[in-house]
């Protein structure tokens, strides 16, 4: 039996590594992004300016304007994943694990994965040409739309990753032990039943799971909307997100001069909206949810 | 399945392998001890091959001591490549220079060198320099190449129904209303989800006309004309009056769209810019070309020529004497005409007088006789603060034909926006 202090002195070491591509790839580069949005550096030089920019982000007529824009159209982009993408998952999750398809399982399973293995930019490159108004199944401009497209291309983004929640709630399910089951047969529970009083409660925290991956996700989402519609995303901004625009803000854009503290206040907000409600989620409902032992 | 895969994938770690190995000694031998090479950044993926192959090994014959490797970037994420290379020292020696504010604020945070005093460089008239000067008015890029911006046509289809090419607004509304009447081709191929295109290829080729070119651009720089002058507001409205002529769905047809809609012989009429000569000749239709209408006839007619590539020394360049001798080479009259010759729908900026032998690329260079020139509205000075006009332009073109805006309530917004950071240079 090793002494504690010498074991702990061990783990550290073992730990090190780790922690330190961690501190210096992840943490170091999100506290000075932090830092960065506290500075103006205009004309080469930089100073302090206190919340100067949180203050021009959220007063400026027109920059606040584009920052509750993109904010919306962020929490519309995840209350489309959220409504559509995690009960269709969980539908072919169920599906798969039930018995009236075991045999062609991993076809199915394979054929629905394979959309999340794809590259966004061929997504949205299928996508736009399937729903062309020219050449295309539908005469109507989804994309075109303001009010259209910016559920148009959530639905893009949900076809694509309907895998992701599917094989995460289908490992959970098939996790659970055959004697459950069996005994709720025996009990005369019919299949429905059995899923909703048996089998959901058990997944209960692995769905709470991919949900708050989900909301991560697309918050920081950007790459779809970029690919179909570049960072300066129309029309009239309707599809831009917050993603969207930090890139336009931070880089700039063929026209647009790159504004760095500007881009870092708004990369620092988006990180503060989602540590503040993830942390509010694992505090108040996560904790809550009953974990059984298998 | 497993164990079928396993062959397959020792082979392919033992063929990256090989790669590998055969990677690290080609870059250890090669180049003779005094032989410079110097990068060239860019944003022209779609030139790469004419670059390497006629341009490029033109100079290295001329200058056997210097290599060159282009080192392009796809033009939306060239401006945020160039920053994070040159921000971490890892810039090309030499590379393109984005026209107007966005190369003035690169140059205010000391991305290049200046270069006056290059050999070459005065070769230039002032308003091809003017693009890529600095605040105390000295050159910093070797101006390459301009672009122009009209109207292709399809002839079969204008001979087919019997139109003359127009020259007036009210003799172009006329041709757009008889193909729109005979109902067999659109009119007009033009999309609206990029709002770029609507900006530089039609706002900005119908507006000179009426808003008198420099006169109206320089005005509004110094601040003695408002976006919401009826110059301005008329040439909104000729944008917006275009919609009933454009295809079904425009709303969501991208540029892409439309460049199939009119190559496929199925549109009649497309505002575009002369770099596309090459793509809108490529099925081999019978292309032509007409400038942008005037509003009545005898008008001075106006044309946008818009400086679009400069290339500049970067400040950090550790090669800058070869650096430069491939700068002066750029700066001259050998360069342009092989540049403009492979490279057609470029035009040179230089003042010697220079060939083209595409027929598009002569028709657009013949569409400047005659014709006073102007760069795009929004991009110089004004473009500089948030909203900048360009991209504020862009969105609220697309509020005009998707949501029927009214050119008032636009050009209102537009100035409103301006007035909100931009204080007129006098």
Known sequence: ?294 | MRSKLAPLAALTVAAVGLALAGCSTGGGSGDGADVTTITFGNWRVEDASLWEENVIPAFEKAHPDIKVTYQPTGTDDYNAAIQSQIESGTGPDVMMCRPFDVNRAWIKDGYFDDLSGLDGIDGFTDTALAAWQGDDGDPYCVPIASVLAGFYYNKAIFSELGLKVPTTMAEFTDVLKAIKDDGKYTPLALGSADGWQLSYNVLDSLGPNYWQGEDGRLGLIDGTKKLTDPEFVDAFQAVSDLKSYMPDGFESLTYEDQMQLFTLGKAAIMPDGSWDVTAASATGLDVGIFAPPVQKAGDQRYLQEMPDQGVGLNADSKNKDAAKVFLSWLASSDFQSIYVDKVPGFFSMGSEPVEYTNALAQEFADLKTDALLTPRLQLDRLSAGTPPLDDDTWAVLQTVLNDGVSAEDATTTLQTNLDSWYTPAS
């Open chain 1, 1 to 294: 039996m090793i002494r504690t202090g010498t074991r702990y002195r061990l783990l550290a070491l073992f730990v090190l590594p780790a922690l330190l591509v961690y501190v210096g790839f992840s943490v170091y580069p999100l506290l000075s992004s932090v830092a960065l949005s506290f500075f103006d550096t205009a004309d080469g030089g930089s100073v302090f300016t206190g919340f100067g920019n949180y203050v021009y982000l959220f007063t400026d007529p027109y920059v606040s304007e584009r920052f509750w824009n993109a904010l919306r159209n962020s929490v519309l982009f995840f209350g489309i994943h959220l409504v559509v993408e995690l009960p269709i998952g969980l539908l072919m999750a169920a599906l798969l694990t039930s018995n009236s398809i075991r045999r062609s399982r991993g076809v199915y399973r394979t054929l629905l994965f394979i959309p999340a293995t794809l590259s966004v930019v061929i997504v949205g490159f299928l996508w736009r040409l399937i729903i062309n108004p020219l050449w295309g199944l539908i005469s109507f401009p989804l994309l075109g739309d303001p009010s259209t497209a910016l559920p148009t291309i959530s639905l893009m983004s949900v076809w694509q990753y309907i895998g992701i929640p599917m094989i995460f709630l289908f490992t959970a399910l098939i996790a659970i032990p055959d004697d459950i089951l069996e005994a709720s047969r025996i009990d005369g529970a019919r299949a429905w039943s059995t899923f909703w009083q048996i089998k959901f409660p058990l997944i209960l925290p692995q769905f709470g799971l991919i949900s708050i991956l989900t909301y991560i996700w697309t918050f920081n989402g950007f790459d779809i909307v970029y690919a179909l519609n570049g960072s300066a995303p129309g029309p009239n901004y309707s599809t831009d997100i917050l993603g969207t625009m930090f890139y336009r803000t931070f880089f700039g854009s063929s026209g647009q001069v790159a504004d760095t503290d500007l881009g870092a206040t708004i990369a620092s907000v988006v990180f503060f909206i989602i540590l503040v409600t993830t942390a509010a989620y694992f505090v108040v409902l996560q904790r809550r949810l009953k974990t059984y032992e298998l």
